[in-house]
Nanobody, 112 residues
Framework: QVQLVESGGGLVQAGGSLRLSCTASRISVGTMGWYRQAPGKQRELVATFTIAGTTNYADSVKGRFTISRDIPKSTVYLQMNSLKPEDTAVYYC????????WGQGTQVTVSS
């Protein structure tokens, strides 16, 4: 089974930027992207690559977040700009959708 390792979370002030990285232990042919879960809320999709290679974004992050990937490195990135306190959450890398494989999660905290 593929394993996912995330990095890049941290504490940032509102308006700041962070970049998350996720490296898979092998090339994944399924979807690959990012979800997040804030305290007391359900896990939600943030941004993902579809099997066709197109991208999907949550409305709340459109124009601020950008997902990209380096296929030979089996790595997907999430560039997060103009961060808001409501972006505070644990961010999870995922491949294969909600029934697929999850990373361990990385905390992103945005202070006001």
């Amino acid at each position: 089974q593929v394993q996912l390792v995330e990095s890049g979370g941290g504490l940032v002030q509102a308006g700041g930027s962070l970049r998350l990285s996720c490296t898979a232990s092998r090339i994944s042919v399924g979807t690959m992207g990012w979800y997040r879960q804030a305290p007391g809320k359900q896990r939600e999709l943030v941004a993902t690559f579809t099997i066709a290679g197109t991208t999907n974004y949550a409305d709340s992050v459109k124009g601020r977040f950008t997902i990209s990937r380096d296929i030979p490195k089996s790595t997907v990135y999430l560039q997060m700009n103009s961060l808001k306190p409501e972006d505070t959450a644990v961010y999870y890398c995922n491949t294969g959708g909600t029934r697929g494989t999850w990373g361990q999660g990385t905390q992103v905290t945005v202070s006001s």
